[in-house]
């Protein structure tokens, strides 16, 4: 890989880095879910600088060019983090429908209450 | 006994006004309870005129969420059975009275009307007959029983169920897992021979794409759920 190449990767890396810690900094991006991110940035990083250590992983699993590993593990990556999207949003449909239940019944209750009090027997 | 009927409606303004006068003159000692599920039409507001009870989502949550709310009034204000009756008409109230009294007996924890028991001038389609197969087939796998309307949203229940219903209950297309969920927690359930009506007003709610989506995903749910342990 060319010297040129190499500069935009951690660059590029750096960028991400970045963005994500300002994220989290304007509170767009929770703590918990931004580990993931910290560590998906870290990596490019550490790739960028370091790389031998993609060549010597991609000659080790056998792929026959570097960047097929690259791509390899970048698609692995992404559907499990569509995955844990998908989970993220079961989840909070589940919880959201038992809060709006909730607050239906509450209304009710109140409006029960409201009228005997206006009505008291 | 006290009883509560509950009425899942989302835009039914053409029949409801019609469902709560019949409820209300074959099962005079029950309360009523409209579950408006983000109707866009008067239908809140002919629950209101008619004085019933009411709750109203504040958007459209599907007719699984809707009865699990009324199920969670029900429980929570102590009714000791409660019955799911469809606002579009299709449920004749004159069965209100058979459908409680295997309850009232103690012979069952839920009971469904079903329109295949007699031969009650139900005009069935081709698709609508293979889906009730279909499901038939499922529920006869899933518990060993033989039900032979499994779709039917016309029910009653008992406070277990109520416990049960309120705890867990699907979002959409939920009366067959329903079904087989009471029967995984050992309830007892009993069909009761009724007629429908064919719709009265709107539109049915299920085309051939959502047939398919709905057979398939209480499949999915079923043979998944069937790993689950059971609390």
Redesign the interface.
């Known amino acids: 890989m060319g010297i040129r190449l190499n500069l935009f990767a951690i660059i590029g890396s750096i960028i991400l880095l970045l963005v994500i810690l300002e994220l989290i900094r304007r509170r767009y991006l929770q703590e918990r879910y931004s580990l993931v991110w910290i560590i998906t940035g870290a990596v490019f990083l550490l790739l960028s600088i370091r790389v031998d250590i993609l060549y010597r992983i991609s000659n080790f699993l056998g792929f026959s060019i570097p960047s097929n590993a690259l791509f390899f593990f970048g698609v692995l990556f992404l559907i499990l983090i569509v995955l844990g999207l998908s989970v993220i949003t079961s989840r909070l449909s589940v919880k959201n429908k038992i809060l709006a239940q909730e607050v239906v019944l509450l209304k009710k209750r109140v409006a029960d209450l409201e009228k005997s009090l206006r009505s008291p027997e | 006994m006290k009883t509560l009927v509950i009425i899942p409606v989302f835009n039914e303004e053409e029949t409801l006004r019609g469902v709560i006068v019949g409820i209300r003159s074959y099962l005079s000692q029950a309360d009523v309870l409209v579950v408006n599920d983000g109707s866009t039409d008067s239908t809140g507001n002919i629950a209101r005129e008619e004085e019933v ?7 459209n ?1 599907g007719i699984g ?1 809707t009865m ?2 009324g199920f ?2 029900a429980l ?1 204000s102590g009714y000791d059975i409660a019955i799911q009756v469809d606002g579009d008409g299709q449920h004749h109230p004159e069965f209100l009275p058979s459908l409680v009294r295997p309850l009232l007996e103690g012979h069952c924890d839920l009971v469904i009307g079903s329109r295949y028991l007699s031969d009650g001038g139900f005009k069935s389609t081709l698709p609508r007959k293979l889906g009730i197969t279909f499901f038939r087939s499922l529920v006869w796998i899933f518990t060993g029983k033989r039900v032979t309307d499994p779709t039917s949203g016309f029910r009653a229940m008992d406070r277990k169920t109520l416990e049960l219903f309120s705890e867990e209950y699907p ?1 959409d297309y939920p009366e067959v897992e329903a079904l087989i969920s009471a029967y995984n927690k050992g309830l007892h359930f009993q069909e009761i021979p009724v007629t429908m009506r064919n719709r009265q007003g709107g539109a049915s709610s299920i085309g051939i794409l959502s047939a398919l989506y709905y057979m398939v995903k209480v499949t999915l749910s079923i043979s998944i759920g069937s790993f689950r342990r059971v609390k």
């Open positions: 009870l009411v709750l109203e989502h504040p958007y949550m969420a699990q709310t969670l009034y929570r979002t």
